[in-house]
Every structure is written in structure tokens, then in C-alpha cells.
């Protein structure tokens, strides 16, 4: 048997990364398993940039959330030495302002007293000129919003928490778990490990270890997804400080994309794309001409001098819950087993609050903010 932990955590190459450094610098034994590379291409974390914002449509009781986890991606900077979390302003913009995605991201500014104003498509388009949209289109601007850099943030919290004394494993796959008294031991394709506490952070392939609890199959569903990074024709419009990050609610989908930043090519994609839900283990990778097409469809519409040549296509992975949003509550048969799962395409940005959260869940059994709504009781 090898050595006994206070904590396992699975997943450290996404967003578990963050477990771990909570864990270990609060001075716990952890160890942290990774079926892949740290960083990885495999499932929800790769792709340079993840957008953070506050003007939070999908519900206004995440920005609690994330007014924590600014505070920790600023932290976390500090400790590394490297920035992570690039501040652009963003905009939510719709149809009209009758538009789901303007409401909701106005509501939650409202309800949260963040600072904010509303565009109109002509002062929407004289300010951030790479973006075009018919009269009637309205955004809300709020000066928040940016990026994180997701695959440093999974090298910096990796790197921090090895710093202070967790072990650290990757290319070594979990094959299953089981309660061992008040512990647990995990068993990989290489070892068998006992901890006083697991953690499961796993994305697309949570559902899979958690299968022990009888989840429902269509509580947490993995979907293939395909961002582009188109060469712009007027590589100015797209720069830093001249256009921000964006989320666009049209009749085509709800799109979202960024500013050029790291690599070449102006960064976009469709929310639920060509709504394909698959198997992680046997998904098709390679994007294709379908893929493309839907993609670069929307920017000559929309971002006109931004679709020119392709730069990059690349496929990662949604894990969508029935109500889109996060599950993150204590194993309903052993307390010692906490899980955050279903993240629905928008949990990278509350990484650096989602590993505090985990941890204090571990360690605890509760934690410091609001998680009720986000229990899996709520699917009873």
C-alpha cells in the first residue's frame, strides 16, 4: 500500500488543479491523480483563454462566486509571478432588449449594484468597430469582464501546490474508489492509494466515477465543442483595448468570444454548437468542414473583418446538467467524498473559487458561501 493521504483529488489537470493548491498550502497531504498531461487537450480547460465576468446571465447567485474567485485568481497571481487574469471589459449583447441574454445580464448587474451601461447598436458599433449588428441590437457593457489564461492557471496551481508539498501525478487513470471505514482507497491503472477524504473534479468523465451513486445518465452529459481562431483583415479592430470579451445572443446561437491574445487569430465559438453529445473516450477530435463552416458564417456576419484565414480549430468538451448549472455538493452515502461536476460549458472561470470550495467541503463539510442551489437534491 503506499502512503496515506489526508486527501485524493481527482482531475488536476482542469480544474481539480485548484483543489489541490488549497489543500496544500493550507499544509494537508494531497495527492493529486491525472488520467492525462497537466495541462491537457482533453476535455474543458485548453484553449489559452476562458472568459470571466460579472454581469452573470446564467443566474445572479453565482457573483458571490465570483467576487471570490477575482480575489483568488489575484492571489494565485501573486504567489506564481504571472498574470492570469486579463481585465477587458465585457459585453452581453442581444437581438433587442427584449432579448434573454440582455435582460438577465442587466438584471444581475442591477441586483448586484455592479457598474454597467446599456449600447445601442450604432454606439455599440462606434466604440468596438469590429462588431456589426442590425438596428434594434442592444449590449450591455460592464467593465468587469476579461479572460483568464486557463492552461497557466492549471501550471500555476499545479506548480504552487507541489511547492508546498503535494504529490502530483499524471498519465495515471483512475479505475475505481470505494468507502474504507470512515476513508477511502483509490485504485489506478498503477497503484492503490488510501486518504481520509477523495475529491472528484474529472469534468466529462465524473459521471463515470461517481456511477455509484445511481446518477440519473442525463444529469451530467458530455457535448462536443469547436472554438475557432480566424486571422482578421483589420488585426487593429481586435486587439487588446479595442474590442472585449463578448457573449452574443442572436438568432443563429449564443455565441462568445475574445480579443486576440497569446496565439494568432481572433477566438470565437457557439454555445452547444452542433449540440453533439458524445463519449469522452470516443468522441471525434478532429474538427471538420461542418465545424468550420457554422463558424465562420457567424463572424462574416457579425465580426466581417475578422474572418479571414483559419489559424486553429480545436474541439473541447461541455459537460451539461438538465438546468445548466454547477453540482457541487458531499457524496449522499459517505461524507468523506465530495464531488464538483456538470459545469455546462461556463465552470472555468470559478476554478479559483471552485478549489477553495471543494476543500473546505473535504475538509469541512460546508462552506463559507451560498452552495444550496448548486446541490444534486435539487434533481430529487
Known amino acids: 500500500m503506499s502512503t496515506h493521504f489526508d ?13 489541490v493548491y488549497q489543500l496544500a498550502k493550507q499544509g494537508y497531504r494531497v495527492l493529486g491523480l491525472e488520467r492525462f498531461d497537466i495541462p491537457h487537450s482533453m476535455g474543458s480547460s485548453h484553449g489559452v483563454t476562458r472568459i470571466i465576468r460579472m454581469a452573470y446571465a446564467e ?33 452581453d449583447i442581444s437581438a433587442d432588449e427584449d432579448g434573454a441574454h440582455f435582460q438577465r445580464a442587466k438584471f444581475s448587474c442591477d441586483e448586484y449594484d455592479l457598474p454597467y451601461e446599456v449600447l445601442e447598436a450604432n454606439a455599440l458599433m462606434s466604440r468596438f468597430p ?9 449590449a450591455v457593457h460592464q467593465p468587469d469582464a476579461g479572460f483568464v489564461m486557463s492552461e497557466r492557471a492549471i501550471v500555476a496551481h499545479v506548480t504552487l501546490a507541489q511547492q508546498h508539498g503535494a504529490t502530483v501525478q499524471a498519465r495515471e487513470a483512475v479505475q475505481k474508489w470505494w468507502a474504507d471505514g470512515d476513508g477511502v482507497r483509490v485504485e489506478t491503472d498503477k497503484e492503490t492509494y488510501s486518504a481520509d477524504k477523495l475529491v472528484v473534479s474529472a469534468g466529462a468523465w465524473a459521471s463515470q466515477l461517481l456511477a455509484g451513486m445511481r446518477i440519473a445518465p442525463n444529469l451530467m452529459v458530455p457535448e462536443r465543442q469547436v472554438l475557432a481562431w480566424l486571422q482578421p483583415q483589420k488585426p487593429e479592430l481586435f486587439a487588446m483595448g479595442a474590442l472585449p470579451v463578448w457573449i452574443m445572443d442572436v438568432p443563429e446561437g449564443v455565441f462568445y468570444g475574445f480579443p486576440v491574445h497569446g496565439v494568432p487569430g481572433f477566438k470565437f465559438g457557439r454555445m452547444h454548437h452542433r449540440e453533439q453529445d458524445i463519449n469522452p473516450d470516443t ?6 468542414a461542418e465545424d468550420e463552416a457554422l463558424l465562420r458564417d457567424f463572424a462574416t456576419k457579425y465580426f466581417p473583418q475578422g474572418s479571414g484565414a483559419t489559424m486553429a480549430l480545436k474541439t473541447c468538451i461541455f459537460t451539461n446538467t438538465p438546468d445548466e448549472h454547477f453540482i457541487v455538493d458531499v457524496h449522499p452515502q459517505f461524507p468523506q467524498v465530495v464531488f464538483g461536476a456538470g459545469y455546462s460549458g ?26 444550496d442551489w448548486l446541490k444534486l437534491s435539487r434533481f430529487g
Open 59 to 91: 443566474h445572479p447567485a453565482y457573483i458571490p462566486l465570483l467576487r471570490r474567485a477575482y480575489e483568488l485568481w489575484r492571489e494565485t497571481e501573486t504567489a506564481f509571478g504571472e498574470q492570469l487574469l486579463y481585465v477587458t471589459g465585457g459585453l
Open 283 to 288: 468522441m471525434n477530435r478532429e474538427p471538420d
Open 7 to 19: 486527501v485524493i483529488v481527482i482531475g488536476v489537470g482542469g480544474m481539480g488543479s485548484a483543489t
Open 130 to 138: 469590429a462588431v456589426n449588428v442590425p438596428a434594434g441590437y442592444k
Open 346 to 371: 461556463h465552470g472555468y472561470k470559478f476554478a479559483s473559487v471552485m478549489g477553495e470550495v471543494l476543500a473546505d467541503l473535504a475538509l469541512t463539510g460546508t462552506s463559507k458561501l451560498e452552495l
